[in-house]
């Protein structure tokens, strides 16, 4: 294709699925792993990633907004697709016209849905958020009895699960995830399909896992506490999905005590090699990682000198030989025998892999292979 960004992400498929089918190896048969794909899969491409895990068996799906779902729905998936973020009144037919499960967290979102559900004579089923300790969305738990006894009076819409998030399940050491759990354990009546486990829950808490759980990161081959998790895992690795490339623009040598980039917040040592890449703050490359982060040229890691700007930013090739124009950048991957990962990246911007895959993916073409 001509016109293509120097700029490119490539996400494996077969990673996706690898770690799909890992994921559900651990869990069990008997529980639904339902695959989060909001922020367009963690910046893999929700539509593309949803496909690789239905390959690999996947039959619930997870957005954030109502508009996610369609976009979803509209691209062929024919599982559940729950909505976890709720939603504005006037989008309530877009859950009855899209098939879409609305996970609902106050009685007015219930109310809307009921009316609809009446007037188009069918029956909605819907999933309710409980907030054991997290303290964000969700029910407050010592109002969760008079919620559900408020909804059984509504027509046509049908409690069908229940749903809680834990805020420190990335932490195995911590006894809050067991302690929230205990919580969460005891809501609700039979029936119910009930879910909590993210990936943190997932991994380490596996006691958690109930009927479903909703792995977000772990499926893109990250753990959620970074390297450690990596450093313990002791069965088969997960995979990450995502490389991002670029190339070389310019290389050019300057003189000891020169100023690079704006502000000049590097001056040269000695002389230098400097290679000038196509990659900025705009492509999702931080300003954070000004004189901090590192790429890969010619399988050796390159150093980033000075501001990064919009478009643009400067690497120190001193020391690795005959770098040229046109010449392959890894910002995130593998190249020769070293790899840059997102929590490497991570660590630079004091952030986690999560906050770099979004920036990465969301803001770089993409393919899916
Ligand atoms: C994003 C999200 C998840 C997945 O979290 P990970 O840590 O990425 O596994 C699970 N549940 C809810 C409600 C979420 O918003």
């Known amino acids: 294709m001509s016109g293509e960004s120097f700029n490119q992400i490539r996400v494996s498929k077969s990673a996706l699925r690898h770690n799909y089918r890992l994921l559900k190896k651990r869990i069990g048969a008997e529980v639904r792993l339902l695959a989060m794909v909001k922020a367009d899969a963690y910046g893999h491409g929700m539509e593309e990633a949803a496909i690789a895990f239905s390959q690999a068996g996947c039959s619930d799906f997870g957005v954030a907004e109502v508009g996610e779902g369609v976009r979803l729905r509209n691209s062929g998936i024919q599982s559940n697709i729950f909505v976890f973020?709720?939603?504005?009144?006037?989008?309530?037919?877009?859950?009855?016209?899209?098939?879409?499960?609305?996970?609902?967290?106050?009685?007015?979102?219930?109310?809307?849905?009921?009316?609809?559900?009446?007037?188009?004579?069918?029956?909605?089923?819907?999933?309710?958020?409980?907030?054991?300790?997290?303290?964000?969305?969700?029910?407050?738990?010592?109002?969760?009895?008079?919620?559900?006894?408020?909804?059984?009076?509504?027509?046509?819409?049908?409690?069908?699960?229940?749903?809680?998030?834990?805020?420190?399940?990335?932490?195995?050491?911590?006894?809050?995830?067991?302690?929230?759990?205990?919580v969460f354990k005891r809501l609700g009546t039979g029936g119910l399909i009930k879910h909590t486990a993210n990936s943190g829950g997932i991994l380490y808490f596996?006691?958690?896992?109930?009927?479903?759980?909703?792995?977000?990161?772990?499926?893109?081959?990250?753990?959620?506490?970074?390297?450690?998790?990596?450093?313990?895992?002791?069965?088969?690795?997960?995979?990450?999905?995502?490389?991002f490339n670029t190339q070389v623009l310019q290389v050019k040598t300057v003189p000891a005590n020169v100023g690079v980039s704006y502000g000049h917040t590097c001056i040269t040592k000695t002389e230098s090699r400097i290679a000038v890449l196509p990659v900025g703050y705009?492509?999702?490359?931080?300003?954070?990682?000004?004189?901090?982060?590192?790429?890969?040229?010619?399988?050796?890691?390159?150093?980033?000198?000075?501001?990064?700007c919009m478009n643009l930013c400067m690497v120190d090739v001193t020391n690795i030989k005959k770098v040229k124009a046109g010449d392959p950048v890894t910002i995130l991957g593998s190249q020769g025998n070293d790899t840059i990962s997102g929590d490497e990246i991570a660590g630079w911007m004091d952030s986690i892999s999560y906050e770099v895959l979004c920036l990465f993916g969301n803001n770089n073409e993409r393919k899916c292979i």
């Open 85 to 182: 973020l709720g939603f504005v009144h006037s989008d309530v037919p877009l859950f009855f016209k899209h098939d879409l499960v609305p996970v609902i967290y106050n009685i007015e979102s219930a109310q809307a849905l009921s009316v609809e559900a009446v007037k188009r004579n069918t029956i909605i089923s819907v999933h309710v958020k409980v907030d054991c300790g997290m303290t964000r969305l969700g029910l407050m738990v010592d109002t969760l009895d008079d919620f559900i006894s408020e909804l059984a009076t509504l027509p046509g819409i049908k409690m069908e699960g229940m749903a809680s998030h834990f805020p420190k399940a990335d932490e195995r050491e911590s006894p809050h995830t067991s302690e929230q759990f205990r």
């Open 206 to 243: 596996p006691e958690t896992c109930c009927d479903m759980v909703r792995a977000g990161i772990a499926l893109y081959g990250y753990y959620p506490d970074g390297l450690t998790g990596v450093e313990f895992e002791k069965d088969e690795l997960l995979r990450p999905a995502m490389e």
């Open 282 to 308: 705009e492509d999702g490359l931080s300003r954070r990682l000004s004189n901090k982060g590192e790429v890969l040229i010619h399988g050796k890691r390159a150093k980033i000198l000075g501001r990064i």
